[in-house]
T-cell receptor, first 116, second 111 residues
């Protein structure tokens, strides 16, 4: 099946710093990618939809100025957590559909962010 | 808004038992339903994808069914093994490419 990678797999940073997380589709092109966050023992919550060549669309309650998304190419989307705070500590997962609405969506391995 | 619920939240079974995980969703207007497995601290692995026009899908010891009209899906695992221990998530695709996830069932298979 299709492969989606994320980098880094984990990151620890100080409060107030910015952290960039990369999501890559390795063997297919993705005009759309999705960013989720997952708190401990909870399910995944969609944060935003990353669109190649246009602005990302954010879910209600997600601050677009805090979570900057750039879909630089058909295989790369980045999520930058700006001025991170301890409450931003979470597991961030990206995904990309291999095809249209009826196709499987493939997920990256996730990035564990810890803000001290 | 689509809401997805999974019951039970946690399940422990002895090795070798057959088991059923349940998923329900509130809006039957879906494109497909997908079952995932998530190991602790890891990403998601897709197990089975059922299109809205299908009733079931099978892969090895796994069988997933879909009753769209009643808003229900089940994941049947035959002859469970300790390696099956993980959290199982169901998710429905209701358009615009995004998925609505259930709360998950944490499965423990006891050797």
């Amino acid at each position: 099946g299709a492969v989606v990678s994320q980098h880094p797999s984990w990151v620890i940073c100080k409060s107030g710093t910015s952290v960039k997380i990369e999501c890559r589709s390795l063997d297919f092109q993705a005009t759309t990618m999705f960013w989720y966050r997952q708190f401990p023992k909870q399910s995944l919550m969609l944060m935003a939809t990353s669109n190649e060549g246009s602005k990302a669309t954010y879910e209600q309650g997600v601050e677009k100025d805090k979570f900057l998304i750039n879909h630089a190419s058909l295989t790369l989307s980045t999520l930058t957590v700006t001025s991170a705070h301890p409450e931003d500590s979470s597991f961030y997962i990206c995904s990309a559909p291999a095809g249209g609405l009826t196709d499987t969506q493939y997920f990256g391995p996730g990035t564990r962010l810890t803000v001290l | 808004k689509q809401e997805v619920t999974q019951i039970p939240a946690a399940l422990s079974v002895p090795e070798g038992e057959n088991l059923v995980l349940n998923c329900s969703f509130t809006d039957s207007a879906i494109y497909n339903l997908q079952w995932f497995r998530q190991d602790p601290g890891k990403g998601l692995t897709s197990l089975l994808l059922i299109q809205s026009s299908q009733r079931e899908q099978t892969s090895g010891r796994l069988n997933a069914s879909l009753d769209k009209s009643s808003g229900r899906s089940t994941l049947y695992i035959a002859a469970s093994q300790p390696g099956d221990s993980a959290t199982y998530l169901c998710a429905v695709r209701a358009g615009a490419n995004n998925l609505f996830f259930g709360t998950g069932t944490r499965l423990t298979v006891i050797p």
